[in-house]
């Protein structure tokens, strides 16, 4: 990181943290969201697949194993109770700014439906991360147009994704080292696995 990027980054966190700090309902108002990848075939972690032997028995044979190629992209947004809106982008999509745009307007259909008061008074926080599509210029001015507060995202900063170090690891622990034979096995998966994320999670994940 160049030291602008450094300043830019301590300077939207000490942003997130006065927000929280003079507002207790904060996290209660944040929603936020990522995208990530679901293999048909995702290996097993090296902690997954240990096995405990004796002194004398030899060690079990692990064979090589790769992630498929099979795979869906999850579009995944949550708060601190439960998952808003999920979808599954379809096979020969991209998410470009067209197609994220197309997201934002989707989970904000959600909002109305989920949390109506929330969507009434305007009240709350939108955080995803400053990935091309998510900071593209028409994103920008359809978010600004519907009065969304987005949280500032500088770059490099992963920890400040809580989808990436709280939900997919969750959700992915339990699809590791299974094999699906199609993209839909893998969709009702992971939908079932979300489906089965405590409210409590939510929260510490926020």
């Known amino acids: 990181m160049t030291p602008e990027q450094k300043d830019?980054?301590?300077?939207?966190?000490?942003d997130l943290i006065a927000t929280a700090d003079s507002d207790p309902?904060?996290?209660?108002k944040t929603v936020t969201g990522d995208e990530t990848w679901c293999f048909a075939c995702d290996p097993t972690t090296k902690h997954q697949s240990t096995a405990w032997v004796g002194e004398t028995s030899p060690r079990p044979k692990k064979l090589p194993?790769?992630?498929s190629r099979v795979k869906t992209m999850l579009v995944i947004f949550c708060d601190w109770q439960v998952v808003i809106h999920k979808e599954f982008v379809?096979?020969?999509e991209t998410i470009n700014a067209v197609y994220y745009k197309g997201v934002m307007e989707r989970l904000l259909n959600r909002i109305r439906h989920v949390r109506l008061g929330m969507c009434e008074s305007g009240d709350w926080f939108l955080l995803h991360d400053n990935a091309p599509s998510h900071s593209a210029t028409i994103v920008k001015l359809f978010l600004a147009q519907r009065k969304v507060t987005v949280l500032?995202?500088?770059l490099y900063?992963?920890?400040?994704a809580p989808a990436g170090y709280f939900l997919f690891p969750k959700?992915?622990?339990h699809l590791k080292g299974r094999l699906f034979d199609s993209i839909s096995d893998i969709q009702k998966a992971?939908?079932?696995t979300l489906n089965t994320i405590a409210k409590d999670d939510f929260y510490k994940g926020i």
Do not use: W, Y
């Open 65 to 67: 194993f790769q992630k």
């Open 8 to 14: 830019q980054r301590i300077a939207a966190c000490l």
């Open 90 to 92: 379809q096979e020969g």
């Open 190 to 192: 992971m939908t079932s």
């Open 157 to 160: 900063s992963p920890d400040l």
């Open 25 to 28: 309902d904060f996290f209660k």
């Open 152 to 154: 500032d995202h500088p």
């Open 171 to 173: 959700v992915k622990s």
